[in-house]
């Protein structure tokens, strides 16, 4: 019943806005590869890109604290330049999203995509199955 909700949601959010949304964030990850010095946020873009194309089911987790001096550096580098505009750009799309109420799980999904958006480096997207929930951890 999950994954067939998931699917539905899916489908549905592909419709409204994921196609469209997934597809700036690859053309951003062309961009940031051709310049070859922003690879690393290209990849941080088709991986975003494809996240923003099948968003139900899935999760974003931290790939833990040891992600290293150079992902912070270009998360804050990030931030300054793309990270915030792409985070209210989330913000402002998710807000129509809520008035009906088949696009709350839409502006949901939305406002999820703002950690990964904001800071994409040092983030992995997995499962929601893969992920255990706080009290369930040792």
Known sequence: MKTTLSAVLNVIWLLFGGLWLALGYFAAGIICCILIVTIPFGIASFRIGLYALWPFGRTIVDRGP????????????WIIVAGIWIAIGHVVTAIPMFISIIGIPLGIANLKLIPVSLVPLGKAIVPSDAVLPTYQRA
């Open 66 to 77: 040891n992600v290293g001096f150079f992902s912070t550096l270009g998360n804050v580098i």
